[in-house]
């Protein structure tokens, strides 16, 4: 092997992978390894063995280059381990944004399979209520009165403009969105939390009005592109198959891929001589690899950062600093659930794309399985219930590829402070009263009882670095790739964004005077792949 | 199966295929012949596309080849498990003048049968046969480097210059023995004159239980069962479709 690359770039991430494969394809030479034996990283979809394996080491904390920590599995997990692809970081993606972008750019949009999330609901003491997403919703709606109708028309219109200049939000733009709600719109509590939980995805009550407004007109203009629905859910458990196509791309346009092997030593020459400028000033050694890779750049997942200040010839004090936390549930469930009432059945379902028979138009479609919906607990609804924010739960059926038939996938997720790995808030304790509730909740009533298999629990930290930290070491030629947002709608979307600011630095740190013109996906070429000639 | 009449009759069936093998054994020049009938005697590793496709006409259906070359990925054993997902069939290639070639494919063959789909239809493929024939004028007429005596010496065939070539180092027999008892096709092919490879892919064709694929297309098994990324689209949402359609373009 020729050792030396242009870029080597550690971690497997989504970001991460888009970058490798944007740098692959405008010709720079690329080394992509992760230590894990799995492409993906923090956003892996996994076997239940490779799960099972990933939680074992999180638990045990062995020098593990991930964000998971304090896990715990109850029940058996399914042998048949190669049946499900759970994801580490279950999401839904807007229909528009840079990842959606990314991937029809890329070509990676050929690679997957994309379905619609199928609805938004949210929980309250009486049960399970859908979220409209249009103004057509609303004005179907049977739960809302006609005045809180106007008043959801008026404030989805100014969400959906240009906000940013209105006198409505001048000044208001970091009080929480909750209050702006109520005092701008004048919208009952009740609503501000359906608002504020299942239509802005925000993550905690303090979340504050300009991004939460941001995310709604995003996500408003997402919905209709593909059908009624905002979002799309990958198939084969999300982005952790995005990541495996972008490292395709990267590979197909001759990346080199090892993964699986441990990083021995990592070295950074500090700039000796200041004439030349093309000198191999980072070196990283690999377990069963005999030559030593050198690069002239580096891009490293903050995951590999402590790993690397190992190595005393970095010169590099790492601190990371974690300042938010979230609790995460996987768990595997015998049983279908059952479709609830979805954006498909309150717009009038038409052409189907699915090219099966249209099940009518009527408002209730009980005997198809759920593939993906999303189910908000805002914060405090479930009196049981000890998250401090809201609690989402994303559910995949066997339409998503991810579990086998007549098994369901339910991932539970919530935002917690500075938690710690004490018994009083560990992830189990946080979610296990909410993954009962659903349970309950998504029973079908006439079918079998929904049985949970297995689950595991685990907490995923968000460490930080501070851009004193990340200057210096960009001036030894590393690049940093943040952990993703964890947000359920966004952290695709960041990925994309993450994944072509690190483009653009590289290609400016190797001299591209252009490299903020350069496109991200210069155009696939036409017909490459679509021979219709005869054999 | 009865239900012909619903499904996109117009469309073939596609068929997800995948290429292993060792490094230089010949992977993307046996797919170079039969996508395009070229053989490039300084092919560079990889292939520089997702996938090619290529339809295959039988007797009675015609099926379409969505051919996944490895790019590279394999070298260090680092193939992301969406290489494998829904592939229907594999080529495991090994160079008929390497004997550790055969060893390779044998454990590709393993890995196929741990990793992928429990119904794919596996051949083996023993490439560069051309390398182990006595060089008959006649022989191959097809891909004469003749126009370019340059590009003819640099071939690593230029051992078939000097006519003695390079000897063989795997007996037909062996893989033959081999790929009966592990239940695959077998073939000898060469990229470079072409023989057994549309043979090799006709083969697999035949082999291949389109009527199990077209019924898991068209409903329920989606997991499980083989069903190419063609049925998986025609459920799901296709990206590039809906996109273009999209007038109100506001693509960040
Ligand atoms: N004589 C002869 N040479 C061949 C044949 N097939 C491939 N080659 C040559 O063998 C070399 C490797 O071929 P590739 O098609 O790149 O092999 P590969 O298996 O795709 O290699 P990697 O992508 O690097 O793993 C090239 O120089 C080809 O020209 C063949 O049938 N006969
Ligand atoms: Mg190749």
Redesign the interface.
């Known amino acids: 092997m020729d050792s030396h690359f242009q870029v080597i770039i550690l971690g497997t991430g989504l970001a991460e992978s888009i970058a490798a494969a944007a740098l692959a394809k405008v010709g720079l030479k690329v080394a992509h390894i992760d230590t894990n034996p ?2 993906g990283a923090d956003e892996a979809s996994l ?1 239940t063995k490779e799960l099972q394996e990933c939680l074992n080491r999180a638990t045990e904390r062995l020098d593990q280059i991930s964000r998971l920590r304090t896990a715990s599995v109850r029940g058996e997990f399914p042998s048949a381990s ?2 499900y692809s759970l994801s580490l970081s279950p999401s839904v993606i807007p229909a ?3 990842l ?2 990314s ?2 750019g890329s ?1 990676v ?3 997957g ?4 999330l199928e609805s938004v609901s949210v929980y309250s003491s009486d049960g399970l209520k859908s979220v409209p997403g249009s103004k057509e919703e609303i004005f179907r709606s049977k739960d809302l009165s006609l005045i809180d109708k106007r008043k959801l028309m008026r404030f989805l219109m100014f969400a959906s403009g240009e906000f940013e200049s209105s006198s409505e939000l001048r000044g208001k733009e970091t009080m929480d969105f909750g209050s702006f709600l109520k005092e701008v719109f004048s919208l009952d509590s009740q609503l501000t939390s359906v608002l504020a939980c299942a239509l802005a995805l925000c993550k905690s009550q303090c979340d504050t009005a300009l991004p939460a407004l941001g995310r709604i007109r995003r996500y408003l ?1 997402s919905a209709g ?3 009624a629905s905002p979002f ?1 859910v990958g ?2 458990g999300g982005l952790g ?1 995005l990541a ?2 972008f ?3 990267c ?11 441990d990083i021995l030593a990592f070295e950074s020459k500090s700039e000796s001589s200041s004439g030349s400028e093309e000198t191999k000033n980072l070196r990283l050694k690999l377990s069963e ?1 005999p030559e030593d890779l050198t690069a002239d750049v580096v891009i490293s997942s903050i995951n590999y950062l402590p790993h690397l200040s190992n190595f005393p010839q970095t010169e590099t004090e790492v601190n990371l600093s974690t300042t938010e936390s979230h609790s995460c549930c996987i768990a595997l469930v015998d049983g279908v659930i059952p479709r609830l009432s979805s954006y498909e059945s309150a717009q009038a379902t038409e052409n189907d ?4 028979p249209v099940e009518g138009s009527s408002e209730e479609i009980p005997s198809r399985p759920v593939d993906a919906a999303l189910l908000v607990f805002p914060s405090g609804s479930l009196s049981s219930g000890k998250a401090s924010g809201p609690v989402n739960v994303l559910i995949n059926g ?2 998503t ?1 991810s ?3 007549g098994k369901s996938l339910l991932y539970l997720s919530t935002t917690t402070q500075n938690i710690d790995a004490n018994e009083a808030n560990n992830p189990e304790q946080i979610l296990r009263p909410y993954l009962e509730i659903t349970l309950s909740l998504l029973q079908s009533p006439s079918g079998e009882p929904l049985r949970e298999l297995s689950s595991a629990f685990y907490i995923k930290s968000s460490p930080t670095l501070s851009d004193t930290h990340l200057a210096s070491l960009k001036g030894k030629g590393i690049f940093v790739s943040p952990p993703l947002p964890e947000h359920i709608a966004e952290a695709g979307d960041a990925a994309a964004s993450i994944g072509e600011t690190l483009f653009r630095d590289v290609l400016k740190q190797l001299g591209n005077p252009d490299a903020d013109d350069v496109e991200l996906w210069p155009p696939l ?1 036409p017909g ?8 | 199966m009865a239900e012909s009449a619903s499904g ?1 009759s117009d469309k073939s069936v596609q068929v997800k295929l995948v290429l292993l093998g060792e490094a230089a054994v010949g992977k993307s020049s046996v797919v170079l012949r ?3 009938n070229e053989f490039q005697p300084n092919k560079e ?13 039988l007797e009675d259906r ?1 099926l379409r080849y969505e051919i996944w ?1 490895t ?3 394999e ?4 193939l ?4 494998y ?1 829904n592939a229907q069939a594999a080529v495991v290639v090994y160079d008929v003048t390497k004997a550790s070639s055969l060893e390779k494919a044998k454990s590709w063959v393993k890995e196929l049968q741990r ?1 992928a789909n429990p119904n794919i239809v596996i051949a083996l493929a023993g490439n560069k046969l051309d390398l182990v024939q006595p060089k008959s004028p006649a022989a191959d007429g097809t891909s004469i480097d003749g126009d370019e005596p340059d590009d003819a010496t640099a071939t690593p065939g230029e051992a078939g210059a000097a006519e003695s070539e390079v000897p063989r180092a795997v007996p037909t027999e062996e893989a033959q023995a081999y790929a009966q008892e592990a239940g695959l096709l077998f073939f000898e092919t060469s990229a470079k004159t072409g023989e057994g490879v ?1 043979e090799l ?1 006709t083969d697999i064709a035949k082999k291949i239980p389109i009527e199990h694929i077209l019924a898991s297309s068209r ?6 069962g083989p069903s190419g ?1 063609g049925a ?9 479709e ?2 273009a359609k ?1 007038k109100d373009a ?3």
């Open positions: 799995y492409y076997t190669r049946d528009r944004g840079p959606i972008s991937l029809i070509g949009a050929r690679y399979g994309f379905k619609l203009r592109r593909y059908g799309l198939q084969y198959e495996q196509g490292c395709r791309v590979a197909v346009s001759g990346g080199t891929y090892i993964l699986g092997r690899i794309s699915t090219g099966e066997e339409g590829s579990c086998p038939r070429p490459l792949d679509d021979d219709d000639d005869m054999i | 996109p039969f996508v395009s590793p990889t292939i520089g596309a997702a996938f090619l496709t290529q339809k295959c006409r015609v070359d790019a590279g990925q070298r260090f054993h680092s992301a498990p969406m290489y997902r990793q549309v892919f409903g329920a098994g989606r997991n499980g990324r998986a689209n025609q459920q799901g949402v296709n990206l590039e809906s996109a999209g506001c693509n960040c």
